[in-house]
């Protein structure tokens, strides 16, 4: 195993195991040692690469978050007025709902994080911010609020339910929230 100076993917790894830690067992079974030793790094690379759990956390959160937008970017970049948006977000939730428990679980965790402990309420803020910018990109700011509220709901209730809604109940929910609040083009 390399040393710190020759070892430039120790942070980058040392994130990932801590998201993958968290996905698998909740955040309340991680620790910096169980973290090193996912990561393979020795212990003392927790504190040097990292002002503590809370450092950690925000870094690992923030990169998973990072990854959430990208998802939004792909699907509501390349839509073209506003019924391929609809169609796009209605695309959105099936990808996102259908796609990664890791993903699912990691959103959730990073929620109850939030509502628990309010400095991580900017990582949650910060996410919707960004999520809301593609969506206004095609309706006014009040209903891509509306949809970004929907695309969570909708999402954690098909994930989590045994018989998921089909792909018309999304479409049906959409067109109800984006009635009157297109961009027009």
Known sequence: M???HTDPQRRERIITATLDLIAEEGIARVSHRRIATR??????SMTYHFNGMDDLL?????????????VFDAHLTAPDGPEEAKE?????????SEGSRRDLVLAQELYTLAARQPAYRELTQEWMRR???HLEKHFDPDTARQLDALIEGLTLHRALTTEPHDRALTREAVARITATGGRSR
């Open 2 to 4: 390399a040393t710190g």
């Open 39 to 44: 990561a393979e790094v020795p212990l003392g």
């Open 58 to 70: 925000r870094e690992a959160f923030g990169r998973f978050t990072d990854h959430i937008v990208a």
């Open 88 to 96: 796009a977000v209605a695309d959105l939730v099936h990808t996102l």
């Open 131 to 133: 999520s809301r910018v």
